[in-house]
């Protein structure tokens, strides 16, 4: 985030003060996100992560794939 | 180097063991420093602890990320080396790298100083206040801020990648 106060971004330590909600079908979910922020794939599809800093919003879209059918830019050369 | 130089380097090295060592208390914004608890007067490496030199009282509660907040600075006579320095250490892990450098005074009283710093990390913050003075006494104090969100004076804000998770 950036203020006008101060000189640089900030990358925020934890996110614990963002509220974090994921726009994505309840009954079958794609991902989950934990108290920390991290992203848990759970199936294949897509969510968006909205993140509410205050009442100011930012929303990130988010692609889950099979190991299979993921870009080639994604996959694992070894496991 | 000259002697001030190296005066200055010695002083940085002790301000920033005090951050790293005070045990914080963030009950409530208080402050107060673990050297205050003693008021005598105690040498290390050819500086002069002199916590009494100085106080600093900070605002009650918590404070906004990003936004100035004002410290009220009172210090003893005596004819500085330097400027009326602060620094912003996170005890959450990261530190912030601005913030700090020497004090923004927007009022002055005589011997009080009103300094406005800018809280750069959100959550447990310490802000350490120190100057030196010309008979090498080294006078700090830490005031304990706890910084939360806040949209005002917000330019922009980005969810992204994040910080990599632990390697295992």
């Known amino acids: ?79 | 180097m000259d002697r001030s130089a190296a005066l200055f380097v010695s002083v940085l090295t002790l301000a920033s063991s005090a951050c790293l060592t005070s045990a914080p208390s963030y009950a409530a914004t208080e402050s107060l420093s673990a050297a205050n608890s003693s008021s005598a007067e105690t040498q290390q490496d050819g500086i002069t602890e002199a916590p009494q030199r100085i106080s600093v009282k900070g605002p009650e509660g918590d404070v906004p990320l990003g936004n100035p907040v004002e410290l009220t600075v009172t210090l003893a006579p005596g004819e500085l080396l330097g400027e009326l320095e602060v620094v912003q250490s996170s005890t959450a892990g990261f530190s912030p790298s601005q913030g700090g450098g020497p004090a923004r005074i927007v009022r002055e009283d005589g011997l009080t100083k009103t300094i406005q710093i800018v809280p750069a990390q959100i959550g447990p913050l310490d802000v350490l206040i120190f100057a030196v003075y010309a008979d090498r006494a080294f006078a700090r104090q830490i005031v304990h801020l706890n910084v939360v969100a806040c949209a005002k004076g917000l330019k922009r804000f980005y969810l992204n990648q994040g910080f990599p998770g632990p390697r295992r």
């Open chain 1, 1 to 79: 985030m950036e203020y006008k106060d101060l000189k640089y971004p900030i990358y925020l330590n934890d996110s614990s003060q963002i509220k974090l909600s994921v726009q994505q079908d309840e009954a079958n979910p794609v991902i989950r996100v934990d108290k920390n922020g991290m992203v848990h794939a759970l199936r294949k599809g897509k969510a968006v992560i909205v993140g509410d800093f205050d009442g100011v919003i930012d929303r990130i879209a988010v692609s889950v794939y099979t190991k299979e059918g993921a870009p080639a830019g994604y996959r694992r050369v070894h496991d």
